[in-house]
């Protein structure tokens, strides 16, 4: 005792997004909903860690559907002074030559046994700021790349800032959460120069910051990594010719590459799935980049009814998730009638509010992600026919979906309209129905109350996907293609299924068309038979996803692999 708490922190977590709270609308999806994950792990795990964000008061967006399918957004606002406390530091930033002055508002995120992390937002909206600054922190992936890049040095440059005006001098790792905070190694690389009484940057403050940064990358498709050209650069943050001069800051002479700045600038660098560690290492060859796979914060997506079961038969499953695997001991007929409260209550909830009239007896797969065309959200609707008969020769199935398109992705909002249309054609044999505004609270219900969960990424695209993780703590079983994490949670038939069977690499060619017949296939000649005519080992299946898979694909196993192999390693 005696120390500020503030002395104790060693890690500092930087993200575009964090999803701390459903009602603070600060996150678009995965990436962000997994950084909110790892905070509150973090705290149970009393890791020092304080994070940093951005606020956006305006949030993401309101997603809501017309009759067609077709997606309008509507604002997301909220009222930072409810959730948020204001702090009293002032530190500003030059942005295209102008002073920006940010506060910043703190959330702490209780851990189990009460300790906490800081999460620090920082807000531009400041009378002393132009109208344009003000608005910097209004919107999240909301403008064009001039009003990105200048984010990322409000994120980078203005977060390393705050957290020393917050007292925050001993970090030993700043963890860069995909490479929009990696205007943070400017910062430092002005302190590593400082320190050494020098005016300009040389390569010996590139080596002093590398010891201090910790970089995960997010997914290998092209448009996740955030890239600038230098005239760009140079005109939002100045003419630094001594920062764009290092070795190792513009990629091919004439980008500012946020992936390869975070890259060249880190210690350890990691994808978050095996197979994407490989992908990302064929992707970034010639550096060392491990793999720690993501996993979700197990009470916070436990349900009700599971968590009431678990408390009763595995009374220590918060403190430790790998406690879990003793779900194993739990009598079917229990877990049965959680996943039917759960489901019961999703389906009252689709009724009520789209009177489609689901029935609770069939079985019904769910499909929410964030609408991106890889996905192939629409790939169960390749054949109709087949799937038709597959449901009137088995008992039925019955479809929920969700998920939001990026604004201006013309061709993610497309598709939402080409599930409307098969929605239709299938009218009253499929019963199926899109949710409007997938969030926190939606992905929570969905994930626990289906009885299968469905994905169908084009591999090797989907990094590590961590809904079906989620839905896997609360015994629903995953269908989905061997990508990501499912390449390591997949035990056919003991912890879902998949959809093909081969796991290839980068540049290796493999036959995607193949992929709606295998679906097919696995719901006709598996599933379906499983779900109505052997349910006790369909029972098995639910049991099995809970202690092989949700005692794993926590980010409490993660945390402590970040710990051991990230934050205090060399
Ligand atoms: C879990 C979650 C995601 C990420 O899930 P993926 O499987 O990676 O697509 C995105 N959005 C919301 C609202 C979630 O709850």
């Not at 957004?73 to 002074?81: F, G, K, Y």
């Not at 980068?506 to 679906?519: V, Y």
Request: charged content about 25%; hydrophobic content about 40%; glycine content about 8%.
């Amino acid at each position: 005792m005696g120390r500020t708490p503030n002395e104790k922190r060693s890690v500092a977590y930087f993200s575009m997004e964090i999803g701390i709270d459903e009602r603070v609308s600060t996150y678009s999806g995965g990436l962000g909903i997994l950084a909110g994950d790892t905070i509150r792990s973090a705290a149970d795990l009393k890791v020092p860690m304080v994070a940093v964000t951005l606020l956006y008061r305006k949030g993401y967006f309101r997603q809501e559907l017309e009759t067609d399918g077709w997606q309008r957004e509507e604002s997301a606002a909220w009222l930072v002074e409810d959730f948020l406390e204001e702090m009293p530091h002032r530190i500003s930033v030059l942005v295209e030559g102008r002073t920006v002055h940010l506060r910043s508002w703190k959330y702490e995120v209780k851990g189990i046994d009460g300790s906490t992390v800081p999460v620090y937002f920082l807000d531009a909206d400041l009378a002393e700021n132009s109208e344009w600054d003000r608005n910097l922190t209004q919107s999240l992936y909301g403008g064009d790349e001039h009003y990105r890049l200048s984010q990322e040095v409000l994120l980078g440059i203005g977060g390393v800032r705050m957290l020393r005006a917050l007292g925050h001098d001993s970090i030993r790792s700043f963890h860069l959460n995909e490479g929009h905070a990696a205007l943070l190694t400017l910062e430092l690389l002005d302190e590593a120069a400082h320190r050494a009484g020098r005016k300009s940057l040389t390569q010996e403050d590139m080596d002093a910051v590398r010891k201090q940064c910790v970089f995960t990358t997010h997914t290998p498709v092209p448009a996740g990594h955030d890239k600038f050209p230098v005239d760009l650069a140079r005109k939002v943050i100045g003419t630094r010719e001594d920062f764009f001069a290092l070795d190792g800051v513009l990629h091919e002479g004439n980008t500012l590459n946020m992936t390869y700045l975070a890259l060249n600038l880190s210690r350890h660098i990691n994808g978050v799935a095996r197979k994407h560690g490989e992908i990302s290492r064929l992707m970034f060859a010639g550096y060392t980049i491990d793999a720690i796979t993501n996993g979700v914060h197990a009470a916070t997506w436990v349900s009700a009814p599971f968590r009431e079961l678990f408390d009763r038969y595995i009374p220590f499953w918060k403190k430790d998730n790998f406690s879990l695997r003793y779900a194993l001991s739990i009598p079917k007929g229990e877990v049965w009638n959680a996943h039917m409260q759960n489901k019961k209550r999703l389906i009252d909830s689709v009724n009520r509010e789209t009177g489609v009239s689901m029935d609770e007896n069939v079985l019904t797969i769910g499909f929410a992600r964030r609408v991106a065309t890889y996905k192939r959200a629409d790939l169960l609707f390749q054949d109709m026919e087949r799937l038709r008969k597959i449901s009137a020769e088995s008992g039925g199935i019955q479809v929920i979906y969700a998920g939001k398109a990026h604004p201006r992705d013309v061709e993610g909002k497309n598709l939402i309209k080409q599930i409307f249309r098969a929605k239709h054609a299938l009218g009253k044999d499929i019963k199926i129905t899109y949710l409007e505004n997938y969030n926190m609270t939606l992905g929570a219900a969905m994930t626990a109350g289906v009885d299968l969960w469905l994905n169908t990424p084009e591999p090797p695209m989907e990094a590590s996907g961590t809904s079906g993780m989620k839905a896997a703590l609360n015994g629903v079983p995953h269908l989905s293609v061997l990508d990501g994490w499912w390449i390591e949670g997949h035990i056919e038939g003991l912890t879902g299924w998949s959809i093909g069977n081969e796991v290839v690499g980068k540049g290796e060619h493999r036959d995607h068309s193949l992929d709606a017949p295998s679906l097919y296939e696995k719901l006709e000649k598996t599933i379906l038979p499983l779900f109505y005519r052997d349910r006790e080992r369909f029972m098995n299946v639910m049991i099995y996803s809970i202690a092989i898979n949700g005692s794993f694909f926590n980010t409490q196993r993660m945390m402590q692999q970040y710990v051991l192999n990230a934050y205090y390693s060399r």
